[in-house]
Each structure stands twice: as structure tokens, then as C-alpha cells.
């Protein structure tokens, strides 16, 4: 033990021993939300690359290829989930895109919407009574309107 001690701290202090630094853990990138303006075509390209996100988005980035009207769309553009499908088997939502008015397919799940829809004002009920501030009429002016 006497030897091991200066040992090891005279390799310390020398540098020759190399510390292991923590490995930094990234979280994996999310597959590329691809997004058609027409299910079928959506479907279609599903089709061709296997259900697999990361081709299709390598067939979309090609110039060359045919995209059949999808695109790869950005995350934060997605405003709001606009529609809902089920085919065979698959389920699809129709997104509402910031650039464009026309949804765009996607697979179900692949994106959250950015902006949660705001809930509206809530009805206050009807009791009868009137709001506060505001000016009830007089029962006494009810009183005295002929009839």
C-alpha cells in the first residue's frame, strides 16, 4: 500500500494518467415531421420508403425526386391539429401550418402543436339577477308603466 499511494499520485500529478471526462449524453434528434397537403399522397410516400421518416426525408430533400406535394415542415410552425383520420390501420392528423391555410397530413403523434388553443371565456349562468354595474331598472318604474 506504502507504494501504490506515491505512486499513483505522482502519476496524477505528472498527467500520465488520463482522466475519464463524462461522457455527454445528447437525446436523439426526433425524425423529420413530414407533411402533404393530400393523405393519399402522404400515404404514398410512406409507401415507397417503408414507413421509414428519415428516408422520406431524404427523398424530399433530393431535387430530383418526386415529392408528390409533401415537404419536411418545421416543429414551431405547427399552430394547431385541424383534422383526424384512420385508415386501415394507421392514424393520420391534418396540422395547421403558419405559412399556409391548407393542413398538411402528417402521421399522428409525429408533431405537437406550438400554441395550445386558448380557452375562450366562460359563460357566466343566467341566474336572473343583473350583472354588477350594470343598471337594473327600478321595480318601481316596472310598477308604474300602465298596462
Known sequence: MRFVLPTLLSSLLSGSVALAAP?????????AVIGCASLANLRILLRQTGND???A????????????GCSILGREAVTAIADHAALNGSVYDCVAVRTTSVCQWTVAGSVTPVEQARPGRRAQPDT???APGKNAQDKSAQEKTPR
Open 53 to 55: 421518416p428519415a428516408k
Open 23 to 31: 461522457a455527454t449524453v445528447s437525446a436523439p434528434a426526433p425524425p
Open 128 to 130: 336572473g339577477k343583473a
Open 57 to 68: 426525408a431524404a427523398l424530399l430533400s433530393d431535387d430530383k425526386a418526386d415529392h408528390l
